[in-house]
């Protein structure tokens, strides 16, 4: 099927939201009647048919092709503004007043038809991201104590547990309960395969159930899930303008009131200063107020930026405003954060060793360890017991591995926690306090532990492994006759991601000139991951204010500067830099509230495409820009030296309007 026949068939189903398709339909339909009346005109003056055929045919092309332009008019003026529907009006009567009516209609015509295609193309690149309204049904099939109902989701509570069958979309987010399937979430994350799920695995609404029967139970209310806030986010990023986008509508007035008054010259300096005559100086002058209209400049940036938006979007990127995917595609330095971003984020504990033989003579292996690692059971307890409290992935590893082997949890009171070095908790009537060496370096003042030798030997052993580590040390007494000593000490490990090492291969084809790490894990740990992965500069032990420090020092160095993490742990860099990109693990609440860019799928394979896409879409705005403007200059020296007529300035001009429009909407389909 050709071009004509695709828009005669989205004329007739246009691809739109339904509010939309009444509205495109009745401006494609005035289109057809403009260009009729068009055609009535001129050919019944070739024929020789008589004025009222003639002017009949004229006057349907100036009702129908100047009507919304002159209510588009009436409205900016009541603001009060000048748009270009003004000047295309006002151009088209002014032809029709020198006896050239169908340069006028001609005008009108390509005018309005240019608005259809410009409309088409805004919307279809709309049309990409709302369908995912549509991708979530409307009803749960719930258990209840009678069976299974069919309730509609906004009655469908947390904690509810409905069936999805083979085939079926998931009405809700959740968490699988019963039964095992693979889920096709590539409407959300744009992951290209689907995905195994078993019970205890998070699910999320919109997406496919594939091969079997699922049981989930419901973890976010409608209002609440993955999808719904997608769709709320990139609504809300359509209407952050891009830096180029804000430029333009800053200008807009000024450079059309000064077409206004370069039309306005044209006519009074050679009228009454060079006294030519009247007819050859309006009609020039017309058609240098087409020529010089910026209808293109203006339809070239939200064209390009809504299909980047929505193209990342069916990917599993999710830029949240035209002005990030300006600024991302200017990146050229990158700053990552370790844990959960280079790495897995699984954190699981290796070791629990105490210093002098175990705390407690039972000691089980941990089971998910791939080594046989050293695990005292008492020290593990008495370590879960204290970061039980604590939210960092360090502590959720140790409860983790103490719930693993059933034990005991004493309770805990007054806990604290040191950004960036350790906590510390009452347990049992005794301090215990958990930290890496600069927390007792600092905390503890110059109080003498007894065993740090020993304590510090191990944990650089096992930090030159590979592992994380802190330190166990007991604080007994009360008032100045405390001592301090160490108990043992924990180990740490965690996954390297798959596609970690060719995400940074791809960044640096890319033309990203400098790869950073940013970490508070040690600095051992740090370099072991970063010759893993390539990373050229490795910063640890940083503090929340020092990761700052180096993302602005970076941003001294280069022209903008990204900031990968998981959106937890890194907020002040994350804000600090040019463009912070989260990773969202298909809607975490952090990662979408702070970044500016979201990888949806929680994969960091995403980010080279989402600076490619960000780079492609500026490359865009610069070519639109040179055929917008080269386009109003050319045409606006072939008047002043050959003086080209009107229907070529109109050609000239709306079909440019047209081309960058379609150069934009090609962004829609960008794979990287």
């Not at 980047?308 to 069916?314: E, F, K, L, W």
Request: proline share 4%.
């Amino acid at each position: 099927m050709g071009w004509l026949g695709r828009l005669v068939s989205a004329i007739r189903d246009p691809p739109l939201p339904e509010e939309r398709q009444g509205t495109f339909r009745r401006q494609a339909a005035f289109v057809a009647l403009t260009f009729i009346g068009m055609v009535v005109g001129l050919v019944g003056g070739w024929l020789g048919a008589s004025g009222t055929v003639i002017w009949g045919g004229y006057a349907v092309a100036y009702a129908f092709g100047g009507w919304y332009g002159v209510k588009g008019s009436i409205e900016a003026l009541r603001e009060p503004a000048i748009e270009i529907d003004l000047l295309m009006v006002l151009a088209a009567t002014g032809a029709l007043i020198i006896g050239a009516p169908f340069e006028g209609a001609l005008l009108l015509f390509l005018f309005s038809l240019s608005g259809v295609l410009e409309e088409y193309a805004i919307d279809r690149s709309r049309t990409a991201i709302r369908s995912l309204v549509e991708m979530r049904p409307e009803t749960a099939r719930v258990k209840r104590d009678d069976g299974v109902q069919s309730v509609p989701i906004g009655e469908v509570a947390v904690g509810d547990v409905f069936v999805v069958r083979p085939g079926d979309r998931l009405p809700l987010d959740g968490v699988v309960v019963d039964g095992e399937s693979t889920v096709d979430q590539s409407s959300l994350t744009g992951e290209s395969v689907p995905v195994s799920k078993e019970p205890g695995d998070e699910v999320y609404g919109g997406t496919i159930n594939e091969t079997g029967s699922l049981e989930i139970r419901v973890t976010r209310e409608s209002d609440d899930s993955a999808i719904t806030r997608l769709i709320h986010m990139v609504e809300e990023a359509r209407s952050k303008r891009a830096p180029t986008q804000q430029l333009i509508d800053r200008y807009e007035q000024p450079y059309v009131l000064g077409v206004f008054t370069m039309t306005a010259v044209a006519i009074v300096l050679p009228l009454f200063v060079l006294e030519h005559a009247f007819e050859p100086t309006f009609y020039r002058a017309m058609t240098l107020m087409v020529a010089a209209s910026p209808c293109a400049v203006i339809i070239s940036t939200p064209a390009a930026v809504l299909s980047a938006i929505s193209a990342g979007g069916r990917r599993g990127v999710l830029f949240k405003g035209g002005e990030h995917i300006e600024t991302a595609g200017a990146v050229d330095a990158v700053a990552f954060d370790k844990t959960g971003t280079l790495t897995e984020g699984n954190t699981r504990l290796t070791d629990a060793v105490a210093l002098d033989g175990r705390l407690d003579s039972s000691s089980t292996p941990d089971p998910t360890a791939g080594e046989s690692p050293d695990v005292d059971t008492r020290l593990l307890s008495l370590a879960a017991a204290v970061q039980a409290r604590s939210e960092h992935h360090l502590g959720a590893a140790t409860v983790e591995a103490a719930e693993e082997q059933d034990l005991s949890i004493p309770r805990a009171s007054g806990f604290e926690a040191v950004v960036g070095k350790g906590v510390h908790a009452t347990v049992e009537d005794r301090t215990i306090h958990i930290g890496n060496l600069r927390y007792f370096e600092t905390v503890t003042a110059d109080r003498p532990i007894e065993g740090i030798d020993a304590g510090s030997t191990a944990v650089r052993r096992l930090e030159d492994e590979g592992k994380t580590s802190v330190l166990v040390v007991e604080e007994s007494g009360t008032g100045s006759g405390t001592d301090l000593r160490v108990l043992g000490w924990l180990a740490f490990t965690d996954t390297i991601r798959e596609d970690a090492v060719e995400t940074i291969t791809q960044l640096r084809e890319r033309g990203i000139e400098r790869i950073v790490m940013l970490t508070g894990d040690n600095e051992r740990v740090a370099r072991h991951i970063a010759e893993a992965v390539g990373i050229d500069e490795v910063y640890a032990e940083l503090l929340p204010e020092e990761k700052v420090k180096h993302i602005e020092r970076l941003q001294s160095r280069h022209e903008a500067v990204a900031m990968v993490g998981d959106g937890v742990n890194d907020a002040p860099a994350l804000a600090t830099a040019d463009i912070s990109v989260g990773m969202g693990g298909a809607g975490t609440d952090v990662a979408l509230e702070t970044a500016d860019v979201v990888l949806m799928s929680d994969e960091l394979s995403r980010l080279p495409y989402a600076f490619a896409l960000s780079r492609e879409t500026k490359r865009t705005l610069y070519i639109n820009f040179i055929i917008a403007f080269g386009a109003i200059a050319i045409m606006i020296a072939a008047i002043l030296t050959a003086g080209i007529p009107l229907p070529v300035a109109v050609i000239g001009h709306e079909g440019s309007t047209v081309l960058v429009s379609l150069i934009g909407l090609r962004l829609l389909g960008f794979d990287g």
